[in-house]
Every structure is written in C-alpha cells, then in structure tokens.
T-cell receptor
C-alpha cells in the first residue's frame, strides 16, 4: 500500500498562508491525492483532492509536484476555525483507505 | 437536511457485552464505511460496503460484524471478541461504489467506552 508522511504538527498565525506538506514517494500512477481535516471530537471533512494538476476550491488549493511524489495543501488565509488535524491520503479506486496520524495545525491569534 | 447520523454520541457498555452502533444516511450513497480512531491516531478501516447485501473487511475487522440490508443503513456490532473496544467510531458514505476518489462524508461519531 502506498503511504504518506506528514509533519506531526505545524503552527501558523491568523490570516497568514499555511503550506501543509505531504510526501508520497511510492505513489502509483492511478493514485488520487486526498486531503481531509478533522476538528476535535468530530468526523473528518473533505478538503480537496487531485490527480496530477493543481486544484483550487473554496476551501484550499492543492499543489502537486511534477513527479507526484509530494503535494502541498495551501490555506490562503488561516483562521482560528482552520485549527484541526489535516490528513493526506492516497486512493487507488478503493484499494487504499489509510488515514495516517496527520498534521495538527495550530492557528495563533 | 441530508447527511449521516450516528447514534448515540456516547455509549457505555460492560465488558463482555455485544453492542451495536447505528449509522444512517439519506444522501442516496452507494458506499458506506466504518472506521475506528484511537486517541492521537488516524482512522483505521474496519468494514466497508459498496452495495446492499455486500461488504468487505478492512484492516481491523476482527471482533466486529456488519450488515447492509438497506442502502441507508450500515450498523456495526462490536462483539465481545474485540479485545480493546473503547474507541471513537466513525461512519462515512460516498456516492460511487468502488472508488474512494469520491468525497467521503462522515458522521459525527460514536464514542464507545467499555467498562
């Protein structure tokens, strides 16, 4: 199974951009890259996903390296509500359901 | 409101008792999933179902059982064979069967404590 590695924790100041990295050096050509986040005592919520090209939505942007061995989730202006655990997940049409420990993002006022 | 409901939010049981956790969705999703989360850890897949009357084991299925008699419902039974059942249990669903590349929608979770 393809795995991901993320920093355990990161800190950001409010209203500044945040770049959350994810390494996935064993990614296969058909693996999608997903990002979810989880607030304390809640279920995870979907943030964004992509395959090869960079992706943008109302919540965030996903920058995917050209060799696809790493990706970065970008929160353009962090707010206190963005404090959560962020998970980077690889999906190969249902064959990979692996949520690692994720990155705990703290946002300082 | 469309979504996934899990009940109850908190559940206490005595050791050796079976307990069933409820998960219902009205999103008309084909696929449903059960995950377990321990403190400070990521989620681990217990079981998933891509269609009614069919389900597959995930990474940690031992000591658990499921059924999928209706599209909307995917209950999880934690049996007495599960060695460490105290955990946070999360149910999820997604629209397209067999493809995790679809967004998964999660319920609020059930926190099970076995005394």
């Amino acid at each position: 199974d393809a795995k991901t590695t993320q920093p355990n924790s990161m800190e950001s100041n409010e209203e500044e951009p945040v770049h959350l990295p994810c390494n996935h050096s064993t990614i296969s050509g058909t693996d999608y890259i997903h990002w979810y986040r989880q607030l304390p005592s809640q279920g995870p919520e979907y943030v964004i996903h992509g395959l090869t090209s960079n992706v943008n939505n109302r919540m965030a942007s996903l920058a995917i390296a050209e060799d696809r061995k790493s990706s970065t989730l970008i929160l353009h202006r962090a707010t206190l509500r963005d404090a959560a655990v962020y998970y980077c997940i690889l999906d190969n049409y249902g064959q990979n359901f692996v949520f690692g420990p994720g990155t705990r993002l703290s946002v300082l006022p | 409101d469309g979504g996934i409901t899990q009940s109850p939010k908190y559940l206490f049981r005595k050791e050796g008792q079976n307990v069933t956790l409820s998960c219902e969705q009205n999103l008309n999703h084909d696929a449903m999933y059960w995950y377990r989360q321990d403190p400070g850890q990521g989620l681990r897949l217990i079981y998933y179902s891509q269609i009614v009357n069919d389900f597959q084991k995930g990474d940690i299925a031992e000591g658990y059982s499921v059924s999928r008699e209706k599209k909307e419902s995917f209950p999880l039974t934690v049996t007495s064979a599960q060695k460490n059942p105290t955990a946070f249990y999360l149910c999820a669903s997604s629209y397209t069967s067999g493809s995790f590349s679809d967004e998964q929608f999660f319920g609020p979770g059930t926190r099970l404590t076995v005394l």
